[in-house]
């Protein structure tokens, strides 16, 4: 009886990804000399909301550790946490252009080009700060950067991860084995207690203060100048996801900008990349109001200089509403996560929610048939439960708690004074 080759194939690809597995094959860089902390920082996952949880992360080290030197290693847009001011270096990794092959395994891709570009660096420590199904191989690159100590969060604490994605831990020097935060940023604080790199409280309901500074740089301020929106309360719209099914549909977004912001006279300004083109035209035809639309027009301090400027802010959960919900604009994200789901998943808003004080989320309260923990179809499924009249109530209790916290804010002042 032959052998079934495309089990055996992945049967080896999946051994080929364990860290013991991993260690007998693969290189590592020695150690950095004594001198300046040298840190790596691993965080190969691509996209614009991981990158923006890094954000407070760095204020932290940076406010802890003034003298540590900071390297980011990364790929996508995660080159965007090169604008935070605490990191010195920044390196980017670039996906396989024409080896077919290199795509297939990415394992293979990823030696070689540390091989390529990175085999000379040495550091002290290195971290991976984010878990999840899928960190991009970040631990695996932990362990060719070396470092006398590696550090993440245990992937025994992923649930619903599969068993071969396990197993990872003799990659690392230390791991955290026990769950007391549950938001992704939360577990990446643990990994840098655990490295003995910040001790301070941190909370998930505060500003960031990278992300605001550049929200008030006077180059935003200008900016905001420029598009006429420094004299004229306004609330940004994303209507984009970065997959289809966590999208929730262009004319529920429309009928909300209808009914709550046109009547409060704020502009509207949609924000996004090309993939919501045709939901951009519909929301233009729905609303057939002046819309200021920046779609695929900003850089990305020219977003947060948008986004951290606005009365208000909706759309689904994506890069934009992290920006927003950590500038302290009120923030109302739709998710396909429901709420009876695991918490603990990973694609639950209890886990990866925008940071922020004035964050509220409108979900389903169970998945459809046939999705179960989560949604997995390919289009919007499960999202489109959710209700416009859902999102007024959520969007105008929202904006009630925010202006009752300021009222409270601004009596307090006046009687201390």
């Known amino acids: ?14 051994w080929l990804n364990t860290g013991r597995s991993f260690k007998r094959y693969a290189p590592q860089a020695a150690p950095a000399a004594p001198g300046r902390h040298k840190l790596a920082i691993c965080d190969l996952i691509p996209n614009l909301g991981d990158a923006i949880m890094i954000f407070p992360l760095l204020d932290s080290l940076r406010r802890e550790n003034p003298d540590i030197e900071i390297s980011l290693f990364t790929q996508g847009a995660g080159k965007l946490i090169g604008n935070h001011p605490a990191v010195d270096h920044l390196y980017l990794m670039e996906g396989p252009r024409k080896s077919r092959l290199l795509k297939k395994v990415p394992l293979a891709h990823l030696i070689i080009w540390w091989w390529k ?12 700060l ?63 207690q655990l490295a003995g790199l910040v001790e301070k409280p941190f909370s998930i309901d505060h500003c960031v203060d990278s992300l605001k500074a550049i929200a008030n740089s006077s180059l935003s301020k200008a900016y905001r100048q420029e598009l006429r929106l420094h004299d004229h309360p306004y609330a940004v719209v994303a209507l984009g996801a970065s997959v289809p099914r966590r999208a929730w549909t262009s004319s529920g977004f429309a009928e909300l900008a209808l009914k709550e912001f046109i009547p409060r006279g704020w502009r509207i300004v949609l924000v996004g990349g090309p993939e919501i083109a045709e939901a951009v035209g519909e929301f233009k035809t729905a609303v057939n109001e002046s819309v200021l639309d920046l779609t695929c027009k900003t850089t990305f301090e020219q977003l947060v200089a948008v986004c951290g400027g606005a009365k208000c802010f909706i759309g689904n959960d994506s890069g934009p509403a992290h920006i927003a919900g950590a500038c302290g604009v009120p923030t109302l994200i739709i998710t396909a996560f429901a709420s009876g789901s695991l918490m603990t998943h990973h694609a639950s808003p209890v886990r990866s929610r925008p940071l922020g004080p004035n964050v509220a989320v409108v979900q389903p309260a169970e998945q459809l048939n046939p999705c179960t923990t989560e949604c997995v179809a390919n289009e919007a ?34 009687v201390s004074v």
């Open 130 to 192: 984010r878990g999840g199904v899928d960190p991009h191989r970040s631990h695996h690159l932990a362990w060719l950067l070396g470092g006398s100590r590696r550090f993440a969060y245990s992937t025994e604490l992923e649930p619903e991860r599969p068993e071969y994605q396990f197993k990872v831990a003799p990659l690392f020097t230390a791991l955290v084995t026990e769950m007391r935060g549950v938001h992704e940023v939360s577990r990446g604080y643990e990994v840098l």
């Open 381 to 414: 499924h499960c999202i489109k439960q959710v209700t416009v009249e859902e999102t007024i109530f959520a969007l105008r209790t929202l904006l009630v708690s925010v202006s009752m916290s300021a009222n409270a804010i601004s009596s307090a002042g006046q």
């Open 117 to 128: 570009q990175w085999r000379h660096l040495s550091f002290h420590t290195v971290v991976v």
């Open 1 to 14: 009886m032959g052998i079934n080759r495309p089990t055996f194939l992945k049967r080896l690809h999946r």
